[in-house]
């Protein structure tokens, strides 16, 4: 996913950043509304839109109005600003979420996930990004059909497998965090057993044997190498 952050304290903007980049997102960064709107108008735009409402040269609401009127990018409102009101004014100018300063990069993690959960149906069926197929090397992965080959030969998953699979083949080289993954697949970032996730995978490896490599990227999840 990629993700701006508009954000003027260019302190809290690294720190932003450095976490981000860290569980696999790809960042960029805007210090400015005007910037803000010029990146999200451009052709590779983003995601999602980490939006600080106190900008130095708009008011962020604005911001968030003009960012929902011109595509259909998700946005969390990031502020101080922690009264209902502001609240309530924030998501009636369009914020998918409202997150007040200061928080901890956990919960804006999951808020971002859970957005995303939202917002990715409407954005699929308006770009239609996601390929009816994914192929990485030898591994191919249908997703209509939920069927997987490596190097011509079917893969037996199961359906828990598959869903991992297709999650992390989506993605080569990118590093999806245990929590994506569990509420992904398990619809339970912290009910499931943090265990499951492990056996799964290891089942996964035993199947794909050494062509393909799902690595572990201790304390954050796994990435599989394209």
């Not at 790809?26 to 590779?44: C, E, K």
């Not at 030898?138 to 997987?148: F, N």
């Not at 030969?153 to 965090?177: S, Y």
Request: proline share 4%; aromatic share 4%.
């Amino acid at each position: 996913m990629r993700i701006l952050i508009v954000e003027d304290d260019d302190r809290v903007a690294r720190g932003l950043a450095t976490a981000l980049t860290r569980h696999g997102y790809d960042v960029r960064r805007a210090a400015t509304a005007a910037d803000a709107l010029a990146v999200a108008d451009s052709p590779d735009s983003v995601d999602l839109v980490l939006l600080d409402l106190g900008l130095p040269d708009a008011d962020g609401l604005e911001v968030c109005r003009k960012l929902r009127r011109r595509n259909s990018v998700a946005v969390i409102a990031v502020t101080a600003r922690a009264e209902e009101r502001d609240r309530i004014v924030g998501l009636r100018s369009g914020a998918d979420d409202y997150v007040v300063k200061p928080f901890g990069i956990g919960e804006l993690l999951a808020r971002i996930e859970a957005v995303a959960r939202r917002t990715r149906p409407a954005r699929a069926a308006t770009a239609d990004e996601e390929p009816a197929t994914i192929e990485v090397g030898p591994l191919s992965v249908d997703l209509a059909s939920r069927e997987a080959s490596l190097g011509g030969h079917p893969l037996t998953l199961t359906r828990k497998e598959f869903d991992l699979l297709a999650i992390l083949a989506a993605r080569p080289n990118v590093v999806c965090t245990r929590d994506h993954l569990l509420d992904q697949v398990w619809q339970a970032s912290w009910e499931a057993p943090s265990r499951t996730l492990d056996v799964h995978i290891a089942a996964l490896r035993a199947k794909l044997g050494e062509t393909v490599v799902i690595e572990t990227v201790r304390g954050v999840g796994y990435r599989l190498r394209g």
